[in-house]
C-alpha cells in the first residue's frame, strides 16, 4: 500500500536528549514536510523539503533540526533546546511544493511526543 | 502573509442532516487554493476536497462540496447527510500559487454528529 509511514506513535524524551521522529514515504512525492500541532491548535510547519538533500525553515524551526538524504525519508530531530517539545507531531508529503494549482499534501498518522 | 479564520469551536448536528462549516480567509495573492481536511480522534489528517481561485465552480467530492464565496473570501463546507463518523475536527487550510508555497491552516471546528 503506498502511504506515509510515521514512527513511533508515541515517545517520551528526557530531560537534556534529542530523538528523533521517523518518516518514510513510497508515494515517489518530492515534497516532504514536518508540522506541529498543540491542543486546540491547529498545524504550524517546523520544516519543510522540496527535493533531495535541501530544506526550508517553516515557521517554528527553532529547537529542531531535519536531513534528507533519501526521497524517501524526512526524519526530524528535536534537540534539547526545544523547551516545549509535548505535541503531537504530523509529517507529510506532496508531488511537489512549486506545482501550480492542486498539489495535495498527504499525512501520516502522527507521533505523539511527551516529556518524562 | 495568508490567514485562515474559522470561528466555529464546535457543531453538533443530527445524522441525516447537513452542517456547514464556516472558513474565511486572507490573502492580496490573486492564485491561491483552499483545501479542507478532516482529522479523527486517531490523528491522521485526511484530506477531503481542494478549490482552486480560479475555478468557475464550486468543488464537490461526493457528501462534501465547497462553498467558494470569492468576493467574501469564504470557503464553507457543506456535509450532506451527516453520519456518525463525520464526527472529527475539521480544518480549513490554504495554499499560495505563487513560488514555493506551504499550507497555513486555521485552528478547526470540532463536528458531532448525533444519532
Known amino acids: 500500500d503506498g502511504g506515509i509511514t510515521q514512527s513511533p506513535k508515541y515517545l517520551f524524551r528526557k530531560e537534556g536528549q534529542n530523538v528523533t521522529l521517523s518518516c518514510e514515504q513510497n508515494?515517489?512525492?518530492?515534497?516532504m514536510y514536518w508540522y506541529r500541532q498543540d491542543p486546540g491548535q491547529g498545524l504550524r510547519l517546523i520544516y519543510y523539503s522540496q527535493i533531495v538533500n535541501d530544506f526550508q525553515k517553516g515557521d517554528i524551526a527553532e529547537g529542531y533540526s531535519v536531513s534528507r538524504e533519501k526521497k524517501e525519508s524526512f526524519p526530524l530531530t528535536v534537540t534539547s533546546a526545544q523547551k516545549n517539545p509535548t505535541a503531537f507531531y504530523l509529517c507529510?508529503?506532496?508531488?511537489?511544493?512549486?506545482?501550480?494549482?492542486?498539489?495535495?499534501?498527504?499525512f501520516g498518522a502522527g507521533t505523539r511526543l511527551s516529556v518524562l | 502573509a495568508q490567514k485562515i479564520t474559522q470561528t466555529q469551536p464546535g457543531m453538533f448536528v443530527q445524522e441525516k442532516e447537513a452542517v456547514t462549516l464556516d472558513c474565511t480567509y486572507d490573502?492580496?495573492?490573486?492564485?491561491?487554493?483552499l483545501f479542507w481536511y478532516k482529522q479523527p480522534s486517531s490523528g491522521e489528517m485526511i484530506f477531503l476536497i481542494y478549490q482552486g481561485s480560479y475555478d468557475q465552480q464550486n468543488a464537490t467530492e461526493g457528501r462534501y462540496s465547497l462553498n467558494f464565496q470569492k468576493a467574501r473570501k469564504s470557503a464553507n463546507l457543506v456535509i450532506s447527510a451527516s453520519q456518525l463518523g463525520d464526527s472529527a475536527m475539521y480544518f480549513c487550510a490554504m495554499t499560495l500559487n505563487s513560488g514555493y508555497s506551504t499550507l497555513t491552516f486555521g485552528k478547526g471546528t470540532m463536528l458531532l454528529v448525533s444519532p
Open positions: 490573502t492580496s495573492d490573486p492564485s491561491y487554493g
Open positions: 507529510a508529503s506532496s508531488i511537489d511544493s512549486n506545482t501550480r494549482g492542486e498539489n495535495i499534501q498527504y
Open positions: 508515494l515517489n512525492h518530492d515534497a
